[in-house]
């Protein structure tokens, strides 16, 4: 099937070693190599006569080069042969015995040709190194320690590791290291279609992956170690922004899919920017696209066995953090396009599981602009703590600095502030039967907060303002019964002064409050009055 060269081969038939030089796989018909190697140097033993099987104490293979292309109707250059090799009837024959040693491969190099994305890759400095292998009862309880080395479009790949491949426990563990890998080169050979375009990023890896099956023929795969991405950029089809980063790190603790265990030790995000848009159909960019390749995938779950339990899934995360992290939203579902922006996003959170034996930790911390309705210098929430099987929030401090806030009433007396997105109506929500979540803030502090209303309906139209507004607050909560203390003082107008202070409950409403009325100026407040 194919025209096959080779340059020279040499025996010595006392040491039983065998050389190959310059062997060469051209295309069907001649042509370029598909496959071929510079030399392949094997020296075998005089035991195999009594050991039952081959016994190789070295193999060596220097240049290999492989040639693979993808032809534009999605066959490879080698499928012919791949397809007469898998029509061969199948073998119930036991693994023949064997013993392969210090198998050592140098310098190789593959070359892709992805016509189908107009793409070429090329692995290339290919360098492996196995030991041992062997499936001789006598060689069971040795181990594999294979070496794989090798740089992909440029960023370097080393896998190391062990295995018992013959051994019962099939013990196996595998080390694998990443560097500078361009994900925006290999995205489309994912199995999955993703709606979006990656622009740019890098993956550095460091990971193990360690497989073993017990007695009980119960197995364990567990994989470790972290992966981290940089100077990421996503944009969707349209070329509009979507995402972007300056880097995510995630440090897993261990992940074991086979029993239904997770444990994330942390994820850092730092400079995250997420762009969200409503479509003027009431549809939310990121919803949209991957409802949308759900749907095209007509994904079916298989119907579970009505006797058949689903395992329990445990899962954990030590800590998460953002830094510096920003969201931009548009929204176009009203035809005036209207945008909101938060800036200087820090969240942190620890001991968040699926156990909920004790209350996961957070602080958050942002600033916030809405058009020209809401102004945001600061906000932070300190000690924050939530349980997720008491359903409950309990925050140690809120604290909001330099909010402002425009409230218009228009002419034809509609009240224009921010508007709720007009969003498409999807799958009718099922209540919730767990009940409400009990929120409760120890201490709420707010300085510089002021509102603007207009009112428009008057003639001429007046501006009314309240601002040097400070709030202090105590014990607030969601809890019936529950006593707040308040204490607040603000300005209207500019000259009134007024000051709050006392006891209230929210559920159910009571107040107790006292309030200090000074040099308020009654002639604006008097049409609302007459």
Same mark, same amino acid.
């Given at each position: 099937h194919r025209p096959v060269t080779v340059e020279g081969v040499s025996i010595n038939p006392y040491t039983l070693a065998v050389q190959v030089e310059g062997l060469a796989v051209q295309e069907s018909g001649g042509g370029e190599a598909i496959a071929a190697f510079d030399r392949l140097e094997v020296n075998a033993e005089w035991s195999s006569l009594w050991r039952g099987g081959p016994v190789i104490s070295e193999l060596k293979l220097v240049g290999p080069a492989f040639r693979i292309v993808r032809l534009a109707d999605g066959r490879f250059n080698v499928s012919d042969l791949i397809d007469e090799f898998m029509a061969k009837p199948a073998s119930d024959d036991p693994m023949p015995a064997f013993s392969l040693n210090n198998i050592q491969i140098s310098g190789g190099k593959v070359d892709f040709d992805d016509q189908t994305v107009g793409e070429k890759h090329l692995i290339s400095d290919l360098d492996i190194g196995v030991p041992f292998i062997f499936s001789l009862p006598q060689a069971t309880e040795i181990y594999v320690e294979p070496a794989f080395s090798a740089s992909i479009d440029g960023s370097p790949l080393l896998i190391q590791g062990k295995s018992k491949p013959f051994h019962a426990s099939r013990e196996s563990e595998l080390v694998l290291d990443l560097q500078q890998v361009q994900l925006a080169r290999y995205i489309d050979y994912l199995p999955f279609h993703l709606p979006i375009k990656v622009v740019s990023g890098a993956l550095d890896g460091e990971l193990k992956l360690a497989f073993q099956r017990q007695d009980d023929d119960h197995s364990t795969l567990m994989l470790s170690g972290k992966v981290a991405i940089k100077e990421l950029l996503v944009k969707d089809r349209d070329s509009s922004p979507l995402l972007s980063l300056r880097a995510l790190e995630v440090v897993i603790g261990s992940l074991d899919p086979l029993n239904g265990k997770f444990a994330i030790d942390l994820v850092e995000v730092d400079s995250p920017e997420i762009h969200a848009r409503v479509s003027p159909q009431g549809t939310i960019n990121w919803v949209d696209f991957f409802s949308k390749e759900l749907a095209a995938r007509g994904a079916v779950a298989p119907a579970a066995s009505k006797n058949a339990k689903p395992a329990p899934v445990e899962w954990s995360l030590a800590e998460a953090k953002i830094s510096g992290g920003a969201l931009r939203w548009r929204d176009e579902s009203h035809g005036q396009p209207f945008d909101a922006s938060v800036d200087g996003l820090l969240v942190s959170l620890k001991k968040f599981d699926s156990q909920g034996s004790a209350p996961a930790e957070f602080d958050v911390a942002f600033r916030m602009r809405a058009a020209q309705w809401v102004t945001l210098d600061a906000f932070s929430a300190k000690g924050g703590r939530f349980d997720l099987a008491k359903r409950t929030v309990t925050i140690d401090e809120v604290a909001s600095r330099g909010a402002k806030l425009l409230v218009r009433r228009a002419a034809d007396g509609r009240i224009e502030f921010v508007e709720p997105p007009s969003?498409?109506?999807? *799958?009718?929500?099922?209540?919730?039967?767990?009940?409400?979540?009990?929120? @409760?803030?120890?201490?709420?502090?707010?300085?510089?907060?002021?509102?603007?209303? *207009?009112?428009?309906?008057?003639?001429?139209?007046?501006?009314?303002?309240?601002?040097?507004?400070?709030? *202090?607050?105590? +014990?607030?909560? @969601? *809890?019936?019964?529950?006593?707040?203390?308040?204490?607040?003082?603000?300005?209207? +107008?500019?000259?009134?002064?007024?000051?709050?202070?006392?006891?209230?409950?929210?559920?159910?409403?009571? @107040?107790d409050l006292k309030l200090a009325i000074k040099t308020l100026d009654l002639v604006p407040l008097q049409p609302y009055f007459t």
């Amino acid at each position: 099937h194919r025209p096959v060269t080779v340059e020279g081969v040499s025996i010595n038939p006392y040491t039983l070693a065998v050389q190959v030089e310059g062997l060469a796989v051209q295309e069907s018909g001649g042509g370029e190599a598909i496959a071929a190697f510079d030399r392949l140097e094997v020296n075998a033993e005089w035991s195999s006569l009594w050991r039952g099987g081959p016994v190789i104490s070295e193999l060596k293979l220097v240049g290999p080069a492989f040639r693979i292309v993808r032809l534009a109707d999605g066959r490879f250059n080698v499928s012919d042969l791949i397809d007469e090799f898998m029509a061969k009837p199948a073998s119930d024959d036991p693994m023949p015995a064997f013993s392969l040693n210090n198998i050592q491969i140098s310098g190789g190099k593959v070359d892709f040709d992805d016509q189908t994305v107009g793409e070429k890759h090329l692995i290339s400095d290919l360098d492996i190194g196995v030991p041992f292998i062997f499936s001789l009862p006598q060689a069971t309880e040795i181990y594999v320690e294979p070496a794989f080395s090798a740089s992909i479009d440029g960023s370097p790949l080393l896998i190391q590791g062990k295995s018992k491949p013959f051994h019962a426990s099939r013990e196996s563990e595998l080390v694998l290291d990443l560097q500078q890998v361009q994900l925006a080169r290999y995205i489309d050979y994912l199995p999955f279609h993703l709606p979006i375009k990656v622009v740019s990023g890098a993956l550095d890896g460091e990971l193990k992956l360690a497989f073993q099956r017990q007695d009980d023929d119960h197995s364990t795969l567990m994989l470790s170690g972290k992966v981290a991405i940089k100077e990421l950029l996503v944009k969707d089809r349209d070329s509009s922004p979507l995402l972007s980063l300056r880097a995510l790190e995630v440090v897993i603790g261990s992940l074991d899919p086979l029993n239904g265990k997770f444990a994330i030790d942390l994820v850092e995000v730092d400079s995250p920017e997420i762009h969200a848009r409503v479509s003027p159909q009431g549809t939310i960019n990121w919803v949209d696209f991957f409802s949308k390749e759900l749907a095209a995938r007509g994904a079916v779950a298989p119907a579970a066995s009505k006797n058949a339990k689903p395992a329990p899934v445990e899962w954990s995360l030590a800590e998460a953090k953002i830094s510096g992290g920003a969201l931009r939203w548009r929204d176009e579902s009203h035809g005036q396009p209207f945008d909101a922006s938060v800036d200087g996003l820090l969240v942190s959170l620890k001991k968040f599981d699926s156990q909920g034996s004790a209350p996961a930790e957070f602080d958050v911390a942002f600033r916030m602009r809405a058009a020209q309705w809401v102004t945001l210098d600061a906000f932070s929430a300190k000690g924050g703590r939530f349980d997720l099987a008491k359903r409950t929030v309990t925050i140690d401090e809120v604290a909001s600095r330099g909010a402002k806030l425009l409230v218009r009433r228009a002419a034809d007396g509609r009240i224009e502030f921010v508007e709720p997105p007009s969003l498409r109506a999807v *799958e009718a929500s099922q209540k919730d039967p767990a009940g409400p979540w009990k929120v @409760t803030v120890a201490r709420y502090r707010g300085e510089d907060l002021a509102l603007s209303f *207009e009112d428009r309906v008057i003639s001429p139209a007046v501006v009314h303002t309240i601002d040097g507004l400070k709030v *202090e607050a105590e +014990n607030l909560s @969601t *809890e019936p019964g529950t006593t707040a203390t308040i204490s607040t003082r603000f300005n209207v +107008n500019k000259k009134g002064e007024v000051e709050v202070a006392g006891t209230f409950k929210l559920l159910p409403l009571d @107040t107790d409050l006292k309030l200090a009325i000074k040099t308020l100026d009654l002639v604006p407040l008097q049409p609302y009055f007459t």
